[in-house]
């Protein structure tokens, strides 16, 4: 085990990938909680295939992917809550729209550029070597961001998710903070998205809510209980998609699907304490 | 002055008047309950009394140092609520959030408040139970403890007892009256049960688009409007629990 670890290290992209899917898998953990609850969950299966039309749109122009897809997800992320606010479509349905336009719009650029190749691929399943030290740092300062915004948020973030219409009445602004979720939501989605594939990205943000829900039954056990499971699988999926030479994001969510189905045997039996 | 007053209070959505000509106060310590059928404007008046939806037109004046993020408001449940895993401390902690001003944590006084307030309807020893596990009385009275952490003043409770079996509506009332007689704090309820609107409330208001009745609840037994509830109640059989014969008679 630890030759195989020093060995995993010995790669400077897979130590990139650790470094950065750690962060991220935190993240996405953090987010998922809330979002989950919120029944937003499907937002980061639609940002995600912004996402990818936004990392299409800047492979065509040449530039760094990040500067594009950052920007272009937080737009998308803001029409997402507007258009589930509206009421004139249900929430899924305006996400359904969203997501495939701009995958349709992503295979357009892509086949009108440079075709149909292996960019396609990673950018719909995942790859740890796309990421140049350039993205590293750019995605470090993205996860510390977003996990020092959470931190200092997470009162109102509990209130907004537990209860919208008292918080509103108790003069906390809900537009405000549910806007930092979707921005926060859209940073991870983008960040995440180079390793895990932006077919496989929200498995980041449902899977460690959904596994802890099984077990936890205070808001903030939830929270630390999926920042465990997610990092614990993150790093345990990108050692299994080493061994075995598997797309790290699959590798991944494998490991998350495995956890959930033992936490949901455990959750079967009710002599667990349920003090968590 | 009243701690809060209306004149020719009204409200609409894309200009369509939902309710109008509202002209009541509440003052201080008074248990105030607002009836009417449904769709007659009960809920856009609450929301409208949090400072949620702008008047149409008229007046809605605050009093006594009241503002308007110090109503402690008790919404009817979600759908997102029960199955939310939070402890009932979590829950009534969250009460405290207009006290932070931009501090971004609570402190021991804001854990005071909620305790005092779990101790009060008692529900202390449940501080570390899982919310979603707690039974439908239960779940109201950690509910009423978190409004109870937002306001010094004044409570909103929208159908507090929607839901619950005869005994714990029973039980939710004599908390409700608790707070309002022993704490001081004035309570506006909107309810659907006009016999324990009667028996606890103050002052009775009645709304069908626009105010219909405004009064104590002697005088409201004896009114018209109460008698044409009544009938248009029973004409629905919706069985009215106490109603004297002679009101729903000819």
Same mark, same amino acid.
Request: proline share 3%; aromatic share 8%.
């Given at each position: 085990?630890?030759? $195989?670890?020093?060995?995993?290290?010995?790669?400077?992209?897979?130590?990139?990938?650790? $470094?950065?899917?750690?962060?991220?898998?935190?993240?996405?953990?953090?987010?998922?909680?809330?979002?989950?609850?919120?029944?937003?969950?499907?937002?980061?299966?639609?940002?995600?295939?912004?996402? *990818?039309?936004?990392?299409?749109?800047?492979?065509?122009?040449?530039?760094?992917?990040?500067?594009?897809?950052?920007?272009?997800?937080?737009?998308?992320? *803001?029409?997402?809550?507007?258009?589930?606010?509206?009421?004139?479509?249900?929430?899924?349905?305006?996400?359904?729209?969203? &997501?495939?336009?701009?995958?349709?719009?992503?295979?357009?650029?892509?086949?009108?550029?440079? =075709?149909?190749?292996?960019?396609?691929?990673?950018?719909?399943?995942?790859?740890?070597?796309?990421?140049?030290?350039?993205?590293? $740092?750019?995605?470090?300062?993205?996860?510390?961001?977003?996990?020092?915004?959470?931190?200092?948020?997470?009162?109102?973030?509990?209130?907004?998710?537990?209860?919208?219409? *008292?918080?509103?009445?108790?003069?906390?602004?809900?537009?405000?903070?549910? &806007?930092?979720?979707?921005?926060?939501?859209?940073? $991870?989605?983008?960040?995440?998205?180079?390793?895990?594939?932006?077919?496989?990205?929200?498995?980041?943000?449902? *899977?460690?809510?959904?596994?802890?829900?099984?077990?936890?039954?205070?808001?903030?056990?939830?929270?630390?209980?999926?920042?465990?499971?997610?990092?614990?699988?993150?790093?345990?999926?990108?050692?299994?998609?080493?061994?075995?030479?598997?797309?790290?994001?699959?590798?991944?969510?494998?490991?998350?699907?495995?956890?959930? =189905?033992?936490?949901?045997?455990?959750?079967?039996?009710?002599?667990?304490?349920?003090?968590? | 002055?009243?701690?809060?007053?209306?004149?020719?209070?009204?409200?609409?959505?894309?200009?369509?008047?939902?309710?109008?000509?509202?002209?009541?106060?509440?003052?201080?310590?008074?248990?105030?309950?607002?009836?009417?059928?449904?769709?007659?404007?009960?809920?856009?008046?609450?929301?409208?009394?949090?400072? %949620?939806?702008?008047?149409?037109?008229?007046? %809605?004046?605050?009093?006594?140092?009241?503002?308007?993020?110090?109503?402690?408001?008790?919404?009817?449940?979600?759908?997102?609520?029960?199955?939310?895993?939070?402890?009932?401390?979590?829950?009534?902690?969250?009460?405290?959030?207009?006290?932070?001003?931009?501090?971004?944590?609570?402190?021991?006084?804001?854990?005071?408040?909620?305790?005092?307030?779990?101790?009060?309807?008692?529900?202390?020893?449940?501080?570390?139970?899982?919310?979603?596990?707690?039974?439908?009385?239960?779940?109201?009275?950690?509910?009423?403890?978190?409004?109870?952490?937002?306001?010094? !003043?004044?409570?909103?409770?929208?159908?507090?007892?929607?839901?619950?079996?005869?005994?714990?509506?029973?039980?939710?009332?004599?908390?409700?009256? !608790?707070?309002?007689?022993?704490?001081?704090?004035?309570?506006?309820?909107?309810?659907?049960?006009?016999?324990?609107?009667?028996?606890?409330?103050?002052?009775?208001?009645?709304?069908?688009?626009?105010? %219909?009745?405004?009064?104590?609840?002697?005088?409201?037994? !004896?009114?018209?409007?109460?008698?044409?509830?009544?009938?248009?109640?029973?004409?629905?059989?919706?069985?009215?629990?106490?109603?004297?014969?002679?009101?729903?008679?000819?």
């Amino acid at each position: 085990m630890n030759d $195989v670890i020093t060995s995993i290290l010995s790669y400077p992209f897979m130590a990139r990938a650790l $470094v950065v899917g750690t962060l991220v898998a935190l993240c996405a953990a953090l987010l998922g909680v809330s979002l989950v609850l919120k029944r937003f969950s499907m937002i980061g299966d639609g940002l995600s295939h912004v996402g *990818f039309g936004a990392l299409a749109i800047a492979s065509a122009l040449n530039t760094q992917p990040l500067l594009i897809a950052v920007p272009v997800v937080i737009a998308g992320a *803001f029409l997402l809550l507007r258009m589930n606010r509206a009421d004139k479509m249900s929430g899924d349905s305006a996400t359904a729209l969203l &997501s495939t336009g701009a995958l349709a719009i992503g295979v357009m650029v892509i086949s009108m550029s440079s =075709g149909m190749n292996t960019n396609v691929y990673n950018y719909l399943f995942g790859s740890i070597l796309g990421m140049s030290s350039q993205d590293v $740092v750019l995605s470090v300062v993205i996860s510390v961001v977003v996990l020092i915004v959470f931190v200092l948020f997470y009162n109102r973030i509990f209130a907004v998710t537990f209860d919208e219409s *008292f918080a509103a009445a108790t003069g906390t602004r809900i537009q405000l903070y549910n &806007s930092v979720l979707a921005i926060l939501t859209a940073l $991870v989605i983008v960040v995440g998205m180079r390793i895990m594939g932006s077919l496989l990205i929200s498995s980041l943000i449902v *899977f460690p809510a959904l596994t802890s829900m099984l077990l936890c039954r205070r808001f903030f056990s939830v929270i630390i209980c999926s920042s465990v499971i997610s990092v614990v699988c993150l790093l345990a999926g990108l050692i299994l998609s080493y061994v075995l030479a598997a797309p790290a994001g699959a590798s991944i969510v494998i490991c998350n699907l495995v956890v959930y =189905g033992v936490f949901r045997l455990l959750s079967l039996f009710h002599s667990i304490p349920r003090t968590l | 002055m009243s701690l809060i007053t209306c004149e020719n209070l009204s409200y609409a959505y894309d200009n369509v008047v939902i309710c109008d000509q509202l002209n009541f106060q509440v003052e201080d310590g008074d248990y105030l309950c607002i009836v009417g059928e449904n769709g007659a404007g009960k809920s856009t008046l609450v929301k409208g009394l949090l400072h %949620l939806k702008k008047p149409a037109g008229g007046q %809605l004046l605050y009093g006594d140092g009241l503002r308007a993020d110090e109503i402690g408001y008790l919404p009817q449940q979600t759908q997102i609520q029960k199955d939310f895993p939070a402890s009932v401390q979590e829950v009534v902690l969250s009460g405290c959030l207009n006290r932070l001003g931009l501090r971004p944590f609570f402190t021991a006084a804001e854990k005071e408040i909620a305790r005092q307030n779990m101790e009060a309807l008692e529900i202390l020893d449940l501080k570390d139970a899982c919310y979603r596990q707690l039974s439908g009385g239960q779940q109201q009275r950690v509910l009423l403890a978190r409004a109870l952490c937002a306001t010094k !003043k004044l409570v909103l409770l929208d159908e507090p007892v929607a839901g619950l079996d005869p005994a714990l509506t029973q039980t939710m009332y004599d908390y409700i009256y !608790k707070v309002n007689r022993k704490m001081g704090i004035t309570v506006i309820m909107v309810s659907h049960d006009l016999e324990a609107a009667l028996r606890f409330s103050t002052r009775i208001l009645q709304i069908g688009h626009r105010q %219909l009745f405004f009064g104590t609840p002697e005088e409201y037994r !004896k009114s018209p409007q109460y008698r044409m509830l009544v009938q248009s109640r029973n004409a629905r059989h919706v069985r009215l629990p106490g109603t004297e014969k002679g009101d729903s008679d000819e």
